[in-house]
């Protein structure tokens, strides 16, 4: 055999395995599924919350402001009385004396009636008061779609509802949506 000879042979059994390769490729790759097939589709919730301000006008009593903390008009109108009392009441030192005892009598009842008198003075006003509510709602976020693939099943999340299949490229199922699908 001569080199060209030899040369051609080598150069075409290269060519007929490039070839033959190239055609078990190409087969191979148009063999292999365009489509899963989709076996279940269950929605995917989401629990969205939203603060909302709920806010209501409610009927407040106070205690009115007190003119005299000390009550001293209290003290002193009691204090008088209880002294004009006490000085009808026995005569020379004892008249001094149920005369003293009663203003400081009078004194001290005066000041609790007068405390008792503020205690009870209220005023009436209306407030607004508000407090944060949050709302609880589901949303639709998206698709767990459980799909069937050369005989074994898998499980993606779509952001749209697929049909009955699922494209597939490289082996690999497709989950961009298409663009006529509708989430």
Known sequence: M???MMKGLVVGGLAT???????VTGYQTLMKPKVAEVVEVKEVM???VTPRE?????AVQRQAPVKDQHRIAGTVIGGV?????????????GKTLATVAGAAAGGYAGNQVQKNMQQKDTVASVER????????????????????LDGKDGTVRTSFKPGATLPVKDGQVVITPPPDAKS
Do not use: P, W
Request: with cysteine; glycine share 18%; proline share 0%.
């Open 17 to 23: 395995v490039v070839i033959g390769a190239s055609g």
């Open 54 to 58: 709920r806010c209501e006008d409610v």
């Open 46 to 48: 989401a629990t969205v």
């Open 129 to 148: 008061r508000c407090k944060t509510i949050n709302e609880k709602t589901q949303k639709l976020s998206g698709y767990q779609v459980t799909y069937r």
């Open 81 to 93: 009385a209880g002294g004009l009392l006490g000085s009808t009441i026995g005569g020379g030192n």
């Open 2 to 4: 001569d080199k060209s």
